[in-house]
């Protein structure tokens, strides 16, 4: 992976604070340089080297203007969008793995001695489909305690309605009428 400067993290920040009417004057040295890009003397040194400064007196300095011109042109260069996409990734990365730790967490209680159910009549007793009128909606519940519970109901169910794929047919599709 490649590295970049820490200040593309705040490239945004640097530009916005490099436009804000608080900054009034147009020449900046090392002090300036050093807070608007939150770096050390030594970086800062560094940096208005990298973006041009010209000597005056006895320090280095560099126009705004100038290094707000640069800082767009980073803005859009390969190395900035290398970041970009670098730092795409690296969320991306992140979601999948919190994901993933959540799905560890996440425990699903394990199946009854009774792990093959032969028939609806085996499905836990807080788990019920029904229709309320012949021709009408049909309804499912589930009473469950907390995830882990419900996460158990739906798997015998599914699992019920797998093995027993006849007997769930019948159990919830409309009766035909003679």
């Known amino acids: 992976m490649a590295r970049h400067p820490e200040w593309f993290e705040r490239l945004e920040l640097i530009e ?3 436009r804000s009417p608080a ?3 147009d020449l900046l040295g090392r002090p300036e340089i050093g807070a608007v890009f939150g770096a050390s003397d030594r970086d800062s040194i560094r940096l208005l080297h990298k973006f041009g400064a010209k000597p005056q007196g006895d320090s280095l300095v ?3 203007h100038d290094l707000l011109l640069q800082l767009e042109a980073v803005r859009g260069g390969s190395a900035y969008a290398a970041f970009l996409r670098q730092r795409q990734q690296v969320a991306q990365h992140l979601s999948a793995a919190r994901q993933e730790a959540a799905a560890r ?3 699903v209680r394990p ?3 009774n792990s093959e159910r032969v028939g609806a009549t085996d499905l836990p007793k807080t788990l019920t489909w029904r229709r309320t009128s012949p021709g009408g ?3 499912f519940e ?3 305690d907390d995830g882990a519970d419900l996460m158990w109901q739906l798997a015998e169910f599914l699992a019920f309605a797998g093995v027993n794929r006849e007997e769930f047919l019948r159990s919830t599709e409309p009766a035909e009428s003679a």
């Open 16 to 18: 916005e604070t490099l």
């Open 111 to 113: 199946a009854g001695a």
């Open 23 to 25: 900054v009034t004057t």
């Open 62 to 64: 560099l126009d705004r």
């Open 137 to 139: 909606p049909q309804r």
């Open 142 to 144: 589930i009473l469950y």
């Open 105 to 107: 967490r996440f425990r």
